[in-house]
């Protein structure tokens, strides 16, 4: 099945910034779909972070940002926080399927 | 308030059946797609496939076609998801989900079910 690929853990002291990288194919960001990323804190159901590349949902603080280029988005956290500690998704469409594909995850440590 | 509440956990035997519900509230049910997303212990989101429940239209991921059924019923604005023998790979929390926006691709999942745990096991 088609994925994101995304590194499987980035880390960084409370109030680092941090960067999660989603790589995709021509089929994905190439073929001009929008990426969105999602938060999973422990035991809960992903919650929508960053829709549309770069925008955040009512309630999601402007510590977290994203952007996209033709192949690759990014979602950075600035101002790291404790409660910041999650498994971070990206997701996208793929021409391919056709349908949905989600990253590999990424898991934040707050050091 | 947009709302999906899904089934409670279930525990079968590899070979039995299941079908799992994700009931929908706060919007009109027919005009949104309803996608179903599973996550093993431990693991990443897979999307597993999609339904039109205004005409009953479903498309599959090749990994979960002919593994699963999707189902809607409109008279109680409800979506199913299906298995006829289940394995013991099965085990996972499966998530209904409602893409934001009109439209089959390019959405964003927004919101999510609270999720059903199905354990497989002899």
């Known amino acids: 099945q088609p994925v994101l690929t995304q590194p499987p853990s980035v880390s960084g002291a409370p109030g680092q910034k941090v960067t999660i990288s989603c790589t995709g194919s021509s089929s994905t960001f190439g073929a001009g779909f929008d990426v969105h990323w999602y938060q999973q804190l422990p035991g809960t159901a992903p919650k929508l972070l960053i829709y549309?590349?770069?925008n955040r949902p009512s309630g999601v603080p402007d510590r977290f940002s994203a952007s996209k280029s033709d192949t690759s988005a990014s979602l950075a956290i600035s101002g790291l926080r404790a409660e910041d500690e999650a498994d971070y998704y990206c997701?996208?469409?793929?021409?391919?399927?056709?349908?949905?594909?989600f990253g590999t995850g990424t898991k934040v440590t707050v050091l | 308030e947009v709302q999906l509440v899904q089934s409670g956990a279930e525990v079968r035997k590899p070979g039995e059946s299941l079908k799992i519900s994700c009931k929908a509230s706060?919007?009109?049910?027919?005009?949104?797609?309803i996608a179903w997303v599973r996550q093993k212990p431990g693991k990443g989101l897979e999307w597993m496939g999609i339904i039109y429940p205004g005409d009953s239209e479903t498309r599959y991921s090749p990994s979960f076609q002919g593994q699963v059924t999707i189902a809607a019923d409109t008279s109680i604005s409800t979506v199913y998801l299906q298995w006829s023998r289940l394995e013991a790979s099965d085990t996972a929390i499966y998530y209904c989900?409602?893409?934001?926006?009109?439209?089959?691709?390019?959405?964003?999942?927004?919101?999510w079910g609270q999720g059903t745990l199905v354990t497989v096991s002899s």
């Open positions: 989900v409602r893409p934001k926006l009109f439209g089959f691709l390019n959405n964003c999942f927004d919101p």
């Open positions: 549309d590349n770069n």
């Open positions: 997701q996208s469409s793929d021409s391919s399927l056709p349908g949905y594909v």
């Open positions: 706060g919007y009109s049910f027919n005009k949104y797609w």
